[in-house]
């Protein structure tokens, strides 16, 4: 008998923790420019460029309308930086991230359709980048990731506004700020990532 009371808590326990869990999967656009500080102290200007991202997510119920969202995605990312100098005319870096957002969500009801606010932070890691430099001399090279060169790891606070169509489907525009300079060189430039994304949102259960 008491065999039969465990495996029922058991099955009751996992059935409860399957309904307050669900997967996703995620993708789409980014939006990136920065914040950028030269060397010589001048303040070049970093037009919006295009990329994208592809991931996955869990959604959990913490309590009442509160749920944990960590995602773990692959985001190509774009930064033309335009320093208008005698040498270089612009610097475009073309970067390849891991990135583990761990989101917070406000939302009154787990699968219904409705509005939402996600919040957190974010590392970001660097898998690879491509370096195309335009001006008097032209240039392609791929990024050096070193302590002296372009940094590998990266913080981030995200906070994303989106609508939930259903049972499956959402859809969310958010904003991510950069807390810190992709470049380690402390005698390099400071470029601080901005980056609007818009992406949709497919849940398997």
């Not at 996703?24 to 991202?53: C, E, F, M, Q, W």
């Not at 060189?185 to 609007?196: A, C, L, S």
């Amino acid at each position: 008998m008491k065999k039969y009371l465990l495996v029922l808590v058991l099955v009751t326990s996992v059935s409860a923790a399957s309904a307050q869990l669900r997967v996703g999967l995620k993708a789409g656009a980014n939006a990136t420019t920065a914040k950028v500080i030269a060397t010589d102290g001048s303040r070049p200007s970093v037009p919006y460029s295009g990329g994208y991202h592809v991931g996955a997510e869990l959604k959990v119920l913490l309590e009442g309308q509160l749920y944990f969202v960590p995602q773990v995605q692959y985001s190509h990312k774009v930064f033309a930086i335009e320093y208008n100098n005698v040498d270089t005319s612009v610097n475009t870096l073309k970067m390849n991230y891991l990135e583990i957002p761990l989101l917070f969500e406000w939302k009154k009801s787990f699968y219904k359709s409705g509005i939402f606010v996600q919040f957190g932070p974010s590392m970001s890691f660097v898998l690879s980048g491509k370096e195309e430099i335009t001006g008097k001399e032209e240039m392609n090279k791929p990024m050096k990731i070193a302590s002296t060169a372009y940094g590998r790891a990266e913080a981030n606070a995200v906070i994303n506004v989106g609508y939930q169509f259903g049972r499956s489907f959402q859809f969310t525009i958010g904003y991510v700020y950069g807390m810190g300079t992709i470049v380690d060189n402390d005698n390099g430039p400071v470029i601080k990532p901005r980056m609007f994304t818009a992406s949709v949102h497919y849940f398997l259960n």
